[in-house]
């Protein structure tokens, strides 16, 4: 029987005008941008926390702090990378991963194969990633905000 470990999850950024956009590796907006530390991608954030907790490597604040300016402004891939490069040294590979992004802009449907080949081609596995609103609901509802949550499976390699 697989050692197998599953990991969750979750980030949230408020949205500022002017900017650029990032979910999931890929740009999908001009003109907004989230407030944040690094990149502020919320997809990519969300699996690197799910990763990091399946391989009880603690999360991506004790990883990659807010307060270490070495990380201040750091693209979502370079995170990803190096996450994914202390779960390979604990001996996991990914099996899949499964993405929830909540947004009310911009519309994600579009862009939604391109971050799974980008997220697919980074980590190997199986990617999956969904997209919906917030019904209006919430910061996220109003368009201020947006968030996702990731589940993903690890297999300790034998």
Request: glycine content about 14%; aromatic content about 4%.
């Amino acid at each position: 029987m697989p050692d197998l470990r599953i990991g969750h999850g979750y980030d949230i950024h408020r949205l500022k005008t002017g900017g650029e956009l990032f979910i999931g590796g890929v740009s999908v907006a001009q003109g907004i941008s989230p407030i944040a530390h690094s990149d502020g991608d919320v997809a990519v954030h969300a699996l690197i926390d799910a990763m990091l907790g399946a391989a009880g490597l603690g999360d991506i604040g004790e990883m990659f702090p807010n307060t270490d300016e070495s990380w201040k402004g750091a693209a979502g891939a370079t995170l990803l990378s190096e996450a994914h490069r202390r779960v390979k040294e604990k001996g996991f590979e990914l099996v899949n991963a499964d993405i929830t992004i909540l947004a009310e802009r911009p519309k994600l449907m579009a862009f939604k194969p391109r971050m799974i080949e980008v997220l697919a081609s980074a980590l190997g596995g199986s990617i999956n990633i969904k997209a919906g609103t917030n019904e209006g609901c919430d910061a996220i509802g109003r368009g201020e905000a947006i968030a996702a949550h990731a589940v993903v499976l690890l297999r300790l390699k034998e």
